[in-house]
């Protein structure tokens, strides 16, 4: 177990990092257990019990997050490898949300993929808008998942039953109308005046995108909350310890998520 940087805690013997059991006697064996070796012996881990531990899931997210930026560097100087990147992290992210078991392998794929398509458009970004767009979008993003997991972590936000159905058929809207923007952006002949689709039109001198982007974003944040929910039940559930990779990856699709529609709404803000 980590140690502690509270004093009040170090001082117990419970919470030290690494304290292993002091011998026992093997004339006392049948006696009453050595309370003080108990309270030395190192806890259990996760690879000790099989369980899913928030530690582990830290780690595995870390992980995860370590080969997104590895291959996002590859696609920041190959913008050219984004729509193969967008296709294989398409298809994976779908094959991974399905799966019945967790596939770490699957979904260290998955976040291979998802760099080389974030590299590729944050460069593609970043040399249309100026203003240092993809740095905001990293600091916005961060500052969401931050701000949302001091909140459950406190207890403020959590998951509810109306809440979740809301957010699903708001997500089910907002695919739908993805869909037929990228049909429109495609095959429709788009011009230049109009190079994020709908989202370039204007109601009431308000650009479309800017409102569906903050819809995007707050669905984003409520889909964090999710994220930490499934953890924190998967943890006090004693979940087996594999599935510390499926909340690495939800948190990964989020966080992602979340990033694309920061960039999409400050490039639509420098256009305006």
């Known amino acids: 177990m980590a140690r502690s940087n ?10 030290r990092a690494g304290g292993a059991p002091r011998p026992v006697d093997p004339n006392t064996v049948g006696a009453a257990p050595d309370l003080e070796a108990l309270f030395n012996a190192r806890s259990a881990g996760s690879a000790e019990t099989g369980r899913m531990s928030y530690e582990d899931t830290v780690v595995k997210t870390v992980v995860l997050f370590a080969v997104l930026l590895a291959a996002g560097a590859v696609g920041w100087f190959m913008p050219a490898l984004a729509i ?14 399905f ?7 699957l979904i260290v794929l ?4 998802q760099g080389l398509f974030l590299g590729g458009i944050s460069h593609i970004f970043e040399s249309i808008f100026p ?6 979008a990293v600091v916005a993003t961060l500052a969401v998942f931050g701000v949302m997991l001091a909140l459950f972590a406190s207890g403020k936000v959590r998951a509810s039953n109306r809440l979740t159905k809301v957010f699903l ?10 869909l037929v923007n990228v ?13 994020f689709g709908l989202n370039s039109m204007t109601f009431m001198g308000i650009p479309i995108g800017l409102g569906v982007g903050i819809l995007a974003v707050l669905m984003g944040a409520y889909s964090l909350v999710l994220d ?12 087996p310890r594999v599935y510390g990779w499926q909340g690495a990856f939800g948190l990964m699709v989020t966080l992602i998520w979340l990033y694309v529609e920061f960039l999409r709404l400050f490039a639509i803000l420098s256009r305006n």
């Not at 799966?99 to 392998?105: I, Y």
């Not at 058929?169 to 993805?178: D, L, N, P, R, T």
């Not at 924190?232 to 979940?239: E, P, S």
């Open 6 to 15: 509270n004093p009040a805690l170090n001082r117990v013997p419970a919470f």
């Open 84 to 97: 193969a990147g967008a296709i294989v992290g398409l298809v994976l992210g779908l094959v991974n949300a």
């Open 99 to 105: 799966k019945r078991t967790p596939s770490p392998v």
């Open 110 to 113: 998955y976040a291979a993929a």
């Open 131 to 136: 203003g240092g767009i993809v740095l905001q």
């Open 169 to 178: 058929g708001a997500m089910i809207g907002y695919m739908v109308y993805s």
């Open 183 to 195: 049909g429109l952006m495609m095959f429709g002949g788009v011009s230049s005046d109009l190079a």
């Open 228 to 239: 930490f929910e499934f953890i924190k039940n998967g943890v006090q559930n004693r979940a």
